[in-house]
């Protein structure tokens, strides 16, 4: 069994998907390896490993396009770090911690840029995703490590794609260049 998000690591995960199980410390249990959906493959593009047009780097697009792009976020597209996880303040804006039994997973701004990275690698125009990212910083131009995406609420106050509890220390600062509006993130 292998343990995402903290916790020891046992690289020995069976090579069948359909047998291998995954530990996520912050849900609190193990899944089956087949039905864990993670977008850390986007960096095989960046880093020039795969092709952008890979037909097993554009199907498996389609599967975080599908299973992690929020659905609830009001404002722009924003994804989750990968499905069934728990890391984030409670359905009622309860503080997170460590074995919290609430936690909701919210989605990353930082994911956004990531997938606009993959769109400018095929030779797409990334304006959404760059715009959703302006969309989600902060008055002083800091975009929070998560987004709230549930309904509005008071006491604690949350806004639906406003910043959560979670830390706000990624700056940003774009570039714009080109006809398809290739874009410079830097954090």
Not at 84 to 100: F, K, L, S, T, V
Not at 148 to 158: A, S
Request: glycine share 12%; hydrophobic share 30%.
């Amino acid at each position: 069994m292998t343990n995402v998000k903290g916790g020891t690591k046992d690289f020995s995960l069976s090579q069948d998907p359909n047998t291998a199980q995954i530990w996520i410390s912050n849900s609190g249990r193990s899944f089956a390896a087949k039905d864990i959906v993670d977008g850390g493959f986007l960096e095989l593009v960046r880093y020039g490993i795969r092709d952008p047009h890979d037909p097993v780097i554009v199907n498996t697009v389609k599967v975080i396009d599908a299973v992690l792009k929020d659905p609830d976020v009001k404002i722009g597209i924003c994804y989750h770090c990968y499905n069934n996880d728990r890391y984030g303040q409670g359905p009622n804006g309860e503080a997170w911690y460590d074995n919290a039994p609430f936690g909701t997973g919210r989605p990353w701004p930082l994911l956004t840029g990531e997938r606009g990275h993959y769109e400018v690698a095929c030779g797409n125009d990334a304006t959404v995703y760059l715009r959703s990212i302006e969309a989600y910083a902060g008055s002083r131009g800091l975009i929070p490590e998560q987004i709230w995406n549930f309904p509005n609420r008071v006491n604690p106050t949350f806004y639906n794609s406003g910043p959560t509890g979670s830390a706000m220390p990624q700056g940003l600062r774009t570039t714009f260049s080109g006809p398809t509006h290739h874009f410079f993130l830097r954090f």
